[in-house]
């Protein structure tokens, strides 16, 4: 069998989110590669150094295109050369009239939720691209049930269709631990970790630590992630309140970092109004960070009883929920204790274990 996989999210510089995702399955695939088991990873560009080598069972192919390569570049050159039985796409977009079965990932559905969330070019390729991936694909993978319970309401997939694999957790110890310099660092602080975004619903969080600071000022805030779209308001909200030595931002960092800010953390506050999964949550309990995540879609699922939750529309409800945490040393404790034992329903092997099962499965159907 040889299977074709879309590995452009995974050829950057800085993996986040669906690159990290992809990247590891890259990682698991390579692992399995044999002469009967083959993988031809298409992509854009020359793979960078930290992608799997390439070898008999495992090679690169270098398709160049624009914007629309998976719609007109990536389908031309499927059908010139026939040459795999199945083809998998890690991250929304499978190929326009692929000659051959398709399974594709499917990690949320905000932008049909969050429409003003998002920028229109964005929008438009998200809403027409997935809805044609999801009909056309023979199995979709959704990465939480509540992102499964969203395809079938909003795209009328059959459920029989699609299959929940959660995304995989490996934790990092790092060898050399960069150190982490910033302003205060020695304060205790809440972090936030992720993409600067609207549907990350940060103004909000930014509101509760001004109130939460008011009882305790000497805590600082931390927002690690880089700046993703549509984040002026963050900076607004800030300056509105007068936060600008209370709030610090990292733009983007290494593993090494975010790992030295986990372990010093007060906590760590997921107020997202929507997540597919939600990886921060598992990151952070790894390295005994207690959870405040949103009480909805995907958080509560991923978090289950290890973390606390609040109301994302409802500053007051994280206000509470912090200075609980603040207030109850032993609650703190028991969420970390907590932490530890839920991270061991993720895994990486056991997400790429599951995902190739899939895309066999696929064939045989």
Same mark, same amino acid.
């Given at each position: ?35 009967? !088991?083959?993988?031809?990873? =298409?992509? +854009?560009?020359?793979? $960078?150094? #930290? &992608? ?6 495992? %090679? /690169? ?47 949320? !559905?905000?932008?049909?939720? =969050?429409? +003003?969330?998002?920028? $229109?070019? #964005? &929008? ?6 997935? %809805? /044609? ?42 060898k050399l631990l960069d150190k982490f310099k910033i302003n205060h660092i020695s304060n205790p602080y ?46 607004r909200k800030i300056t509105e309140l007068g936060l600008e030595n209370e709030v610090h931002f990292t ?90 034992h839920q991270i061991n329903k993720f895994s990486w092997e056991k997400c790429g274990e599951e995902t ?10």
């Amino acid at each position: 069998m040889v299977i074709g996989v879309d590995g452009n999210e995974a050829n950057v510089s800085q993996k986040v989110g669906v690159s990290v995702y992809t990247y590891n399955l890259l990682k698991y695939f390579y692992k399995k590669a044999n002469k009967n !088991l083959r993988f031809i990873i =298409y992509l +854009k560009n020359p793979p $960078l150094g #930290d &992608l799997p080598s390439e070898n008999s069972n495992f %090679k /690169y192919k270098i398709v160049p295109g624009s914007l629309i390569w998976s719609q007109f570049f990536l389908p031309v050159k499927l059908y010139q050369k026939k040459e795999i039985d199945v083809f998998f796409s890690p991250a929304h977009y499978a190929p326009f009239l692929c000659p051959v079965p398709s399974v594709v990932t499917i990690h949320d !559905l905000a932008y049909l939720s =969050y429409k +003003k969330d998002f920028l $229109l070019k #964005d &929008l438009i390729r998200l809403i027409i691209w997935t %809805k /044609y991936s999801v009909k056309k694909a023979t199995k979709v993978i959704a990465v939480s049930n509540s992102t499964k319970k969203d395809i079938v309401k909003l795209y009328k997939k059959s459920q029989n269709e699609i299959s929940v694999v959660y995304n995989g957790y490996e934790k990092t110890s790092p060898k050399l631990l960069d150190k982490f310099k910033i302003n205060h660092i020695s304060n205790p602080y809440i972090l936030y970790v992720g993409t600067l975004q609207p549907r990350k619903n940060i103004p909000i969080l930014i509101e509760a630590f001004n109130k939460f600071k008011q009882f305790y000022p000497e805590f600082k805030l931390i927002i690690a992630g880089k700046k993703g779209w549509l984040y002026d308001k963050i900076f607004r909200k800030i300056t509105e309140l007068g936060l600008e030595n209370e709030v610090h931002f990292t733009d983007f960092i290494t593993n090494n970092q975010l790992i030295f800010l986990y372990e010093n953390a007060f906590c760590l506050v997921m107020p997202s109004l929507y997540e597919g999964f939600g990886l921060p949550i598992i990151e952070a309990m790894s390295f005994d960070c207690p959870v405040i995540a949103s009480l909805t879609s995907s958080l509560p699922e991923v978090g289950g009883d290890s973390a606390l939750y609040f109301d994302p529309n409802n500053y007051f409800d994280l206000v509470e929920k912090l200075t609980l945490l603040k207030e109850h040393p032993k609650l703190r404790l028991e969420l970390i204790e907590k932490g530890k034992h839920q991270i061991n329903k993720f895994s990486w092997e056991k997400c790429g274990e599951e995902t190739l099962s899939i895309i066999k499965s696929a064939v045989l159907k």
